[in-house]
């Protein structure tokens, strides 16, 4: 049972175009979310959070929302750059009661066209 | 946030061997956690390890096939025991982040079982 899903595979966006990467969970316990970048031969780096106490978080050009009641939460780039090419990998546990076993998604590969 | 350097970064392998993967961290870090990934799969957790005591490890992976050694707090093994050509993953070490509640990952090992 995937707890925690990317339904989109990849998405192309053009350079200065804002990106928007979609997940799902399933699990009404998570209460921390984690936005994850992994470009090739690397591993992935943190990008931005987000607590089940609040709606929206922003940092730079990045900004994650959440709908608690939708499980849903999205991850906005604006404007996109082609250095945001990478696959994005969302993820969810709920720390506060203990576990620090983080739940990914597939993924999505994000490419931005120049 | 800890470095974490993992070695080797790729490594093409013979059924039926092994191959152990070292994670060494910048700085003391109590948990660290083993992922896999598998081709166009998510990162799965295999085991948490933390210093002192046994690693846990989670549902469908065991000991005998991954064995993981913890010897003190910036350092950890992960051993991919009598290897078939379903071994062929990305596996990833990470350390936990106090301060993002979530993960700092190494750069991982390809590993290809022919």
């Known amino acids: 049972d995937q707890q925690v899903k990317q339904n989109s595979p990849s998405l192309s966006v053009q350079e200065g175009r804002i990106s928007i990467l979609n997940c799902d969970y399933t699990?009404?316990?998570?209460?921390?979310f984690l936005w994850y970048k992994k470009y090739p031969a690397e591993g992935p780096t943190f990008l931005i959070s987000?607590?089940?106490?609040?709606d929206k978080n922003e940092d730079g050009r990045f900004t994650v929302f959440l709908n608690k009641s939708a499980k849903h939460l999205s991850l906005h780039i604006v404007p996109s750059q082609p250095g945001d090419s990478a696959v994005y990998f969302c993820?969810?546990?709920?720390?506060?009661?203990?576990?620090?076993?983080?739940?990914f998604g597939t993924g999505t590969r994000l490419k931005v066209l120049a | 946030s800890a470095v974490i350097s993992q070695k080797p970064s790729r490594d093409i392998c013979q059924r039926g061997t092994s191959l152990t993967i070292q994670c060494q961290v910048d700085?003391?870090?109590?948990?660290m956690f083993w992922y896999r990934q598998q081709p166009g799969q998510s990162l799965t957790l295999i085991a948490t390890?933390?210093?002192?005591?046994?690693?846990?490890?989670e549902s469908g992976f065991v000991i005998d096939k991954f064995p993981i050694s913890r010897p003190n707090l910036t350092f950890s093994t992960l051993t991919v025991s009598n290897m078939s050509p379903e071994d062929s993953s990305i596996y990833l070490c990470?350390?936990?982040?106090?301060?993002?509640?979530?993960?700092?990952f190494g750069s991982g090992t390809r590993l290809t079982v022919v």
């Open positions: 390890a933390n210093q002192g005591s046994e690693a846990t490890y």
């Open positions: 993820a969810a546990a709920s720390p506060t009661s203990g576990t620090y076993k983080y739940i």
């Open positions: 990470s350390a936990w982040d106090r301060s993002r509640r979530g993960y700092t």
């Open positions: 700085s003391q870090v109590t948990m």
């Open positions: 987000i607590s089940s106490i609040k």
């Open positions: 699990n009404s316990m998570f209460d921390y």
